[in-house]
C-alpha cells in the first residue's frame, strides 16, 4: 500500500486515474492530454503500474491502461478504518 500512496502523491498520476476512470486507454491517448514528454507520461505509467493501481494489456500493436479498481477499494477501506477509529477515539489494537 505505501506504494500506491506514493504514486498518489503526485499530481500528474492523479490526473492518470481520472482519465482512466472514463475509459482504458492507450499510452498516446493519455500523453495527448499532457504538456510533457512522453517518455515522462511512461514514467508516470510505469510508477502507477508497479503501485498495482493500473494494469496493462497488449491489444494488436497497442498497450491499453486499464484502472485497478481493487487497489483503490483497498485504499479507500483503509482510510474508511482508520477515520472510524479517530471518530470513536480508540483502535482495535488497545
Known sequence: MNDAFK???DPSRRKILQLLADRDMTAGEIAACFEMSKPSVSHHLNSLKSAGLVSD???G????YT???TILQQLIQWFFDI???NERGTSDDT
Open 83 to 85: 477515520s472510524g477509529k
Open 61 to 64: 500493436q497497442n498497450i491499453v
Open 7 to 9: 504514486a498518489l502523491s
Open 57 to 59: 494489456e497488449r491489444r
Open 67 to 69: 484502472l485497478n479498481t
